[in-house]
């Protein structure tokens, strides 16, 4: 079964890219303890405005990388914008202000006001369906630890997506963001630069240029788009 939802992230994981290398100065600030109310575990995450020191870049993208271990995701006024035009439901946003830019090129250029990303958890991964086991500390809280291999794509349990927009996995903890179509149109509509979108679930072994899905393309829906988008 073709699945309606799409992952999303955005290039540039090292220095040499055309897009700056972000990292979080103040972390430690935006922190903010969580405690479950089920179990009592407490974990730590970033809540609160942050500020970004860039390096390298040629340009000025629309998402960027900041933490390549949690889904954690810096965008645009662009993107704010577009999400805010349609109603896009499930995240929250902080102030993400670039306040050291070590980059000869971007030095130059007018720096677009930034948002850090905090997106909600949005839906199950089915284990039996993804050929893994979970083991659970706590069903309520990130409390739980994945037993998988990483390069196992992760099916989603279409019954448990609540209808958000943009979210994150419930029940493992993943670096994965997840939308809908409606997130990926905006991209095409607005020219959002930098994203990387792919299929839920799309083989992670495929080379990146046989996942990505051509957003910015001239043919939309692109070749080999599943039949479903052919009714939208
Ligand atoms: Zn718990």
């Not at 700056?20 to 179990?39: F, G, H, I, L, W």
């Not at 946003?93 to 830019?101: D, F, K, L, N």
Request: charged residues 25%; aromatic residues 12%.
């Amino acid at each position: 079964m073709e699945s309606m939802l799409f992952e999303f992230s955005y290039f540039g994981k090292s220095l040499t890219s055309d897009v700056p290398y972000v990292s979080v100065t103040d972390s430690e600030e935006a922190q903010r303890a969580e405690v479950c109310d089920v179990c009592g575990h407490q974990w730590k995450v970033l809540r609160g405005s942050v500020s970004l020191n860039v390096e390298g870049g040629r340009y000025w993208p629309d998402i960027m990388r900041v933490d390549g271990k949690s889904p954690m995701v810096v965008v645009s006024s662009r993107v704010m914008d577009g999400f805010v035009s349609v109603g896009i439901r499930g995240f929250a946003s902080y102030e993400a202000r670039v306040v050291g830019i070590d980059s000869d090129t971007l030095s130059l250029e007018k720096c677009p006001t930034y948002y850090y990303l905090e997106l909600c958890r949005g839906i199950d991964v089915d284990p039996d369906a993804s050929g893994i086991e979970l083991e659970y500390a706590c069903r309520a809280c990130p409390r739980l630890s994945k037993i998988y291999d990483a390069n196992a794509p992760l099916v989603p349990d279409l019954s448990t997506w609540e209808g958000l927009d943009v979210f994150t996995f419930r029940n493992i903890r993943s670096q994965i963001r997840c939308c809908t179509l409606k997130v990926v149109e905006l991209a095409r509509q607005h020219r959002w630069s930098n994203f990387f979108f792919q299929f839920m679930g799309a083989n992670p072994l495929l080379p990146v240029a046989q996942r990505k899905i051509d957003y910015l393309g001239e043919m939309w829906p692109p070749t080999g788009w599943p039949p479903w988008t052919q009714k939208m």
